[in-house]
């Protein structure tokens, strides 16, 4: 019998043969770009491998029945997640000539069997890979779609290297992607000038000017597009390399050209050359119909640029743009488009700020004013505000963060618009309903709203409760039966009087991107401790972006840090990063590709120097550069990393003698580096040694994944001659589960999410494993609303996500506790056992995955509190503790092991 055939055949090596194939009328240059298989087999020389430099990375290459034309295409299977893998197309170099010449590299692609998301790029280069082209996409459809990459030869450059380079993203291990229909065609001047327009449109959106514009509707479709009474919807999206929180967002009644107020950027000085962009909320498009987008602009610094965007709200690629030279007068910008075959239906609005004029900038902030933001089906027509009525929700407190016994305002503002306010047809009603992080109504309530030809109204509820936690009030307002608007209110409780040993030292930890945010809220959540990474202001670059110029200190920036030091923070600043004139990286590499590399000997020294010097008694402890096993940070080897601890050390200690020298800042998980380093003598010149350990829910929790790792590293330590305290300083969870609210707005009930039970997961177990600090990554989220849910604390408006008080609650249970042994209650359920002065505590949760449990506790005097703080109640003679992924804390008077008799089976 013949079996079936497989879709996917081994790809068989073969000779090939070169031959032009013509598509769309332009020769294609590769030979056999449909990867078609014939007689002879195989599929004319493609090949699959790693791509040097880019840690491990392991994929299969097979040829596949699947195609997009003809009869096959390839396959790229990932085979781990060790880096980028690339896919080589056979291609014959194109030699340097005297002139300009203009190439589009093409591939059509599609993602199959994806359990995360495949990023792909398209490289180019010449024949050592030092001068080349590159374009990066996010992520690949699911459906067959086409992706390029324009090049523009200049006189004496040579074009030799082409590949597809598959990793990064959330790509996993078993992910597909095929490929099919290779290109490299030439272009003329004009063709690869209407590339670049298309490029810009994403090849789904095209400039409208041939097109009759259809009658506009004069109905905006973004919500709040006049900022009226806040900045909700509306958010600030960074681009890659470009993640300082200097960028602010405020409202500004000072300036508008419509209603009360207008929205103010203020853009401070970075060195990125990467900008950023206010950002929408998403609106529903349809194909096929024409748009108009427009905003009222304005700067105080005349001659800038800004760019109005059109974006896909499910993609990072631009949909359609239009720049403009911005005057210290208010102009209106415009632009039509059709749409095309738009993922998922949604588009964003948006006001891009580029780099390039941030990069001159010296330490004062350049303003742009936004106002009449409007995004209409047809034509241009007058400014309006969204006909719907809406809702901005909001709470009396800062960050929403209240104290356990203060009084919660909640605060429902309503905006109508002209034709709705006398339109009363039904009676309206304003519901609320207060719901917990594990899905529950704690507080519900109905109003009467009886105004008429009211234009804006404001409601507020006071609601005093004994509960601690995260909170979201729900408002949704009601003619009749029909919803006619909702808004939210996130908010925390959290406990009062948190243990003062959280002050200056102790486990708990967190990076931030904004000081002075940090220094708002520090004392309600209890940070004992703060990562200064990613402060542009601390660094080389900044500090000294030219050779021989004196550093350029920044005091009202240095003055925030004060504030921490006195309130009793622990300070923890990263000195990382070199400078893109004292790199030893080959002058083909570009400006911030050259920070990656290891500087100059001397220069750094005198850098270190400088730093120690300014900012000794401030900063506690100094980590030496971050995450130098990786390549987007470190293109050096272990043993240069380790020369230039020495250096940091030897000027760190001529400051201050006592301040700690933090080092290696390796992956918890052991990927050579740790060990290299180590060897190098790593050890003699840290006093405390760093590694990352981040988490995912779809991951087993850190009492699985972190024991036996962090004990191979102390092994390691202790066998090069040291014993040193180990820090975790970089710790968070990185699948969007923590995003509390945002599911809000399109009518889905958020489901439980993990990332507050994997914090205090994380703290319970780093404190049983002997972890000194663990900082959380990081405090306040750095994107609009179209890409919440990452890994901060606050969302991108300064609410509360459910990991800050489950942060407090850890606070308020492990500080003063020590480790005394794990309880084994049965193989699926993780309990640790701490005793402190007078007192024991276990902390337990099932596994992640595990189903459900119970533990029945008969003895008195055991007390159980959930994942906030909250007290169980006790039923019966027993007291029944319900057991699934969020811990649960229990209390008890006395030493550990009687607490450990009253939870045995």
Request: net charge neutral; glycine share 10%.
């Amino acid at each position: 019998m013949t079996p079936n055939p497989s879709p996917l055949r081994i790809l068989i090596p073969f000779v090939f043969h070169l031959y032009a194939y013509p598509i769309d009328g332009k020769t294609n240059l590769l030979p056999n770009p449909s990867v078609e298989i014939g007689d002879r087999g195989g599929a004319l020389g493609y090949r699959g491998e790693p791509i040097p430099g880019k840690t491990r990375a392991e994929g299969k290459l097979l040829s596949t029945n699947e195609a997009h034309t003809g009869s096959a295409a390839l396959a790229m299977i990932r085979l781990n997640d060790g880096g980028l893998f690339g896919v080589y197309p056979p291609f014959t170099p194109i030699p340097p000539t005297d002139a300009v010449r203009y190439f589009k590299a093409s591939v059509w692609m599609k993602a199959i069997a994806v359990q995360g998301s495949i990023a792909a790029n398209i490289q180019c280069a010449d024949a050592k890979w030092a001068k080349g082209y590159h374009k990066y996409y996010g992520e690949v459809n699911s459906e067959w779609s086409e992706y390029s990459l324009l090049i523009q030869l200049d006189p004496g450059q040579d074009l030799t290297q082409f590949r597809i380079a598959i990793g990064y993203g959330l790509t996993l291990i078993g992910d597909t992607m095929l490929l099919d229909d290779f290109g490299m065609r030439e272009l003329d001047a004009a063709e690869f000038a209407r590339e670049t327009v298309l490029q810009q449109a994403a090849g789904t959106i095209a400039w409208t000017a041939a097109t009759p514009v259809s009658k506009p509707t004069g109905t905006n479709l973004l919500r709040n597009a006049s900022f009226e009474g806040s900045l909700e919807h509306w958010g600030f999206s960074y681009t890659m390399q470009s993640r300082s929180r200097d960028d602010q967002m405020f409202l500004d009644n000072r300036e508008k050209v419509h209603g009360a107020q207008s929205m103010r950027y203020d853009a401070w000085p970075r060195w990125y050359e990467a900008g950023g962009r206010i950002q929408s909320p998403a609106v529903a498009v349809a194909k096929g119909k024409v748009y108009t987008l427009s905003a009222f602009l304005k700067t105080s610094e005349p001659g800038i640029e800004a760019v109005l965007e059109a974006r896909y709200a499910a993609r990072s690629r631009p949909a359609i743009t239009k720049a403009v030279r911005l005057t210290g007068d208010w102009q209106r910008v415009a632009f039509s488009f059709e749409v095309g075959a738009c993922p998922k239906g949604t588009m964003v609005a948006c006001i891009a700020m580029p780099g390039t004029w941030l990069k001159t900038n010296d330490f004062s902030a350049r303003k742009v004013w936004i106002d009449a933001v409007q995004l209409e089906e047809g034509g241009l027509s007058p400014f309006d505000l969204a006909p719907a009525v809406e809702i901005v929700g909001s709470t009396s407190a800062e960050h929403g963060l209240y104290v356990e016994g203060e009084t919660v305002s909640l605060n429902a503002r309503m905006s109508v618009p002209e034709g709705r306010a006398t339109d009363r047809a039904s009676p309206w009603n304003l519901d609320l309903a207060v719901e917990n992080v594990f899905g529950e109504i704690v507080h519900a309530r109905s109003l009467p709203m009886d105004e008429k030809g009211v234009a804006t109204f404001t409601r507020s509820v006071a609601w005093k409760t004994p509960l601690l936690g995260s909170f979201c009030a729900q408002w949704t307002l009601r003619a009749g039966s029909a919803v006619l608007s909702r808004g939210i209110a996130p908010f925390a409780i959290l406990p009062r009087g948190l243990p003062e040993a959280r002050r200056g030292a102790g486990l708990f930890g967190v990076n931030t991107f904004s000081s002075e945010t940090f220094c708002r809220i520090a004392g309600k959540i209890g940070v004992g401790s703060l990562r200064l990474h990613d402060d542009n202001y601390l660094r080389w670059a900044m500090l000294q972006p030219e050779r021989g110029q004196a550093p350029r200190w920044e005091p009202a920036k240095e003055a925030v840090l004060r504030r921490a030091k006195e309130a009793g923070i622990h300070l923890l600043a990263n000195m990382e990063l070199g400078s893109m004139w004292a790199s030893t990286a080959p002058a083909t590499v570009k400006e911030w590709e050259r920070t990656k590399h290891p500087p100059e000997p001397g220069p750094w020294r005198d850098f270190s120097a400088a730093l120690a010097g300014r900012f000794r008694g401030l900063v506690d402890a100094w980590e030496i550069w971050n995450e130098p096993y990786l390549q987007d940070w470190w293109r050096g080897s272990p043993q240069q990393y380790v020369d230039l601890l020495a250096i940091s050390r030897e000027e760190i200690k001529k400051a201050d003698a006592v301040t700690p020298v933090v080092g290696v800042c390796g992956t918890l998980y052991e990927r050579g580096w740790n060990t290299d380093c180590l060897a190098a003598g790593a050890a003699q010149q840290i006093d405390v040694f760093s590694h990352h350990a981040y988490l995912s829910s779809g991951s087993a929790g850190p009492e699985e994944e972190w024991a036996s790792n962090i004990e191979a590293n102390r092994r390691r330590i202790l066998a090069n001659g040291k014993n040193l305290p180990i820090w975790n300083t970089e710790c968070g969870v990185g699948d969007g589960h923590e995003s509390y609210y945002s599911p809000f707005y399109s009518g889905v009930k958020a489901p439980k999410r993990l990332a507050p039970a994997l914090l205090a997961q994380a703290y319970a177990t780093a404190l049983a494993a002997g972890i000194e600090r663990l900082y959380w990554y990081d405090l306040a989220e750095d994107n609009g609303p179209a890409a919440t849910g990452g890994l901060q604390m606050l969302e991108y408006n300064g609410l509360p996500k459910p990991v800050v008080p489950a942060f407090a609650a850890s606070i308020q249970f492990l500080s003063g506790k020590r480790f005394v042994r794990s309880l084994a209650l049965d193989g699926q359920t993780a309990c640790f056992l701490f005793e402190g002065e007078g007192d024991s505590l276990a902390v337990a949760w099932r596994r992640i995955g595990a189903p459900e449990g119970r533990l029945a506790i008969g003895v008195d005097g055991v007390s159980v509190r959930d994942l906030m703080g909250n007290p169980l109640p006790r039923s019966g003679e027993k007291t029944v503790v319900k057991l699934d992924s969020y811990p649960r804390y229990l209390q008890m008077k006395g030493n550990a092991e009687r607490l450990a008799a009253a939870l045995a089976p």
